[in-house]
Every structure is written in C-alpha cells, then in structure tokens.
C-alpha cells in the first residue's frame, strides 16, 4: 500500500524516496551535534557524583589552572554550582509541575468570585456594634 492511499494529497509535498534525504555533510553535522549534546550529558552525570568537596576543589582548580580544563567543563562547574541547577536538573530528570486544569469554567474568562456562606453561625451574621 502506498503512502499516497492513506493520506489526503497535501500541495507541495514530497514522497519519500532516496532522492529526497540529507546530504552526508548535513548527517555528520547532525550526529555531531548529537554526539555533542551526549558529552554534556556525560560530564554532568560525572560531575553530579562528585561530592560538594570535590566539586569545590574542581572549580579552585579550574581558577588557577585555567589550561587544563575545557571551556565546556569550567562553564559546567559554574551553572551547576547555581541555584537554577537545580531547578532545571529537576525539571528534567523528574519533570515538570504539573499545571493546574479549569475544569468548571469551559474555557470562560473569569469575571469575578462570589463568597457565599452556606450555613452561618448565628452569631456571626449579627451586625458588630462599638
């Protein structure tokens, strides 16, 4: 069965065929970044279990011996020695907080919100007098 069966005819598109893939420049490109964004994940899993000693010491070091670490490391060692580290270690490992959902409104702009007291107590209705 073809593609073309099951889906409705879109303009301008093209079928898939060995005509239409990327060059192998833009594949290299492609995994490079991938293999990229994989050392970063890599160092920061090292670096996550490193003891805070450890760490510390790792970023004395990179201060006084600047030539002996990469760019990507000593920029690794300061972001994860910040606050936001945390937050988005957490955003990405555990995810995020979960938004809240209207359910009552249907999608409906709130104007306003009404208090009403169901069952008052008797003396609390009463008008407070000096």
Same mark, same amino acid.
């Not at 893939?21 to 490109?29: D, G, I, R, V």
């Not at 964004?37 to 996550?48: F, G, H, P, T, V």
């Not at 999608?107 to 208090?115: L, P, S, T």
């Given at each position: 069965?073809? *593609?073309? %069966?099951? *889906?409705?005819?879109?303009? #301008? +598109?093209?079928?898939?065929?060995?005509?239409?893939?990327?060059?192998? /420049?833009?594949?290299?490109?492609?995994?490079?970044?991938?293999?990229?964004?994989?050392?970063?994940?890599? !160092?920061?899993?090292? @670096?996550?279990?490193?003891?805070? /000693? $450890? !760490?510390?010491? @790792?970023?004395?070091?990179? /201060? @006084? #011996?600047?030539?002996?670490?990469? %760019?990507? $490391?000593?920029? !690794? %060692? +300061?972001?994860?020695?910040? $606050? &936001?580290?945390?937050?988005?270690? @957490?955003?990405?490992?555990?995810?995020?907080?979960?938004?809240? =959902?209207?359910?009552?409104?249907?999608?409906?702009? =709130?104007?306003? =919100?009404? %208090? /009403? =007291?169901?069952?008052?107590?008797? #003396?609390?209705? $009463?008008? &407070?007098?000096?």
């Amino acid at each position: 069965m073809k *593609n073309d %069966v099951k *889906n409705e005819p879109v303009a #301008n +598109r093209k079928q898939f065929t060995r005509d239409y893939q990327p060059t192998p /420049e833009a594949k290299s490109k492609g995994w490079e970044r991938r293999r990229i964004k994989q050392e970063i994940m890599d !160092l920061i899993a090292r @670096l996550d279990t490193m003891s805070m /000693e $450890e !760490l510390d010491s @790792l970023r004395k070091d990179i /201060e @006084l #011996n600047p030539s002996k670490h990469s %760019v990507r $490391e000593a920029r !690794l %060692v +300061r972001y994860m020695t910040r $606050e &936001k580290f945390l937050i988005d270690y @957490l955003d990405r490992n555990v995810g995020k907080a979960p938004q809240d =959902i209207d359910i009552t409104s249907a999608g409906d702009k =709130i104007e306003g =919100i009404r %208090v /009403e =007291i169901v069952n008052p107590r008797d #003396n609390d209705t $009463e008008p &407070k007098t000096n």
